[in-house]
């Protein structure tokens, strides 16, 4: 029971306690209640592979559900662009989406990446009360950083 793993989730577990973080503390106790009913194998590996397209889906809903309810409409689009945040805030999207694709990309062909990026994740989550949006983006970032340095050597 107690492995390992089990031993560095818990750790997790503390942490999310002790930040007051509870996406942190949720996603910790689903995984180990999925361990300790030993529901790991095909289950954690579907979660795994296609969870934070999951996530993605429900972000965007959530999104999405201002425009659903009237509260933001073609007129707040427009108006976005009659100023230079809503112009920055174009800029940033379309640049998070990209790195964010290109952080997927990079976590799936360099494993040793993301266990740094999980436990910077975990660490802003904790220390900063940041959100563990972070993994996508950061390896994105990793990306391009690569990418650079390659284009140097």
């Known amino acids: 029971m107690f492995t390992e793993s089990m031993l560095f989730l818990l750790l997790f577990l503390l942490l999310g306690l002790i930040a007051k973080n509870n996406s ?12 300790l009913f030993h529901v790991d194998g095909k289950v954690m590996e579907m979660v795994q592979a296609k969870g934070i397209n999951w996530g993605v889906t429900i972000i965007t809903v959530a999104i999405l559900i201002p425009i659903a309810t009237g509260q933001i409409g073609f007129k707040d689009l427009i108006d976005s662009f009659k100023s230079a945040a809503g112009w920055i805030g174009l800029g940033a999207g379309i640049a998070v989406s990209i790195l964010a694709k290109k952080g997927v990309s990079y976590m799936a062909v360099d494993p040793q990446v993301t266990v740094s990026l999980v436990f910077g994740t975990i660490l802003a989550v904790v220390l900063f009360r940041g959100i563990a949006a972070g993994p996508v983006i950061a390896a994105g970032i990793a990306y391009m950083a690569m990418q650079l340095v390659a284009f140097i050597k």
């Open 24 to 35: 942190l503390i949720i996603a910790v106790a689903v995984v180990i209640l999925l361990k």
